[in-house]
């Protein structure tokens, strides 16, 4: 079993947002902006919903690759760090999802 994680995803991920944009294609994401990369991730997103409803493990593993990597682009965009994201899956496994949903704000 592999030990990489999303961790080091997110490493990769940052040296790569420093290279020049016709030599990665994270560069070229990140020098397009939010709006590409986030357009990107919904595509992903997309291709991931469609794999699972076919029930198509192979292509669902796949896609749930694309779809990770390019959330974690988005997030770099943004200045997100991935802990930020975990502490936030943290605090919510203190509560059900479902207690977690009902107390939530809407914006």
């Known amino acids: 079993m592999t030990m ?5 995803l997110e490493k990769i991920v ?3 947002a420093m290279a020049e944009p016709d030599q990665s294609w994270t560069a070229k994401l990140v020098h397009g902006g939010q709006r590409k990369a986030a357009k ?5 997103a997309v291709e991931t919903v469609i794999a699972a409803i076919a029930d198509d493990r ?7 690759a694309d ?5 974690l682009v988005v997030l770099k965009i943004a200045d997100v760090p991935l ?12 509560q059900t999802g479902l207690s977690e949903k ?3 704000r809407d914006p």
């Open 4 to 8: 990489f994680s999303l961790t080091d």
């Open 14 to 16: 940052a040296t790569r």
């Open 40 to 44: 990107k991730l919904g595509e992903e």
């Open 58 to 64: 192979q292509n669902l593993i796949y896609e749930s």
């Open 67 to 71: 779809l990770l990597y390019h959330l």
């Open 83 to 94: 802990e930020a994201v975990m502490q936030e899956l943290q605090r919510r496994t203190a």
């Open 102 to 104: 009902a107390n939530r």
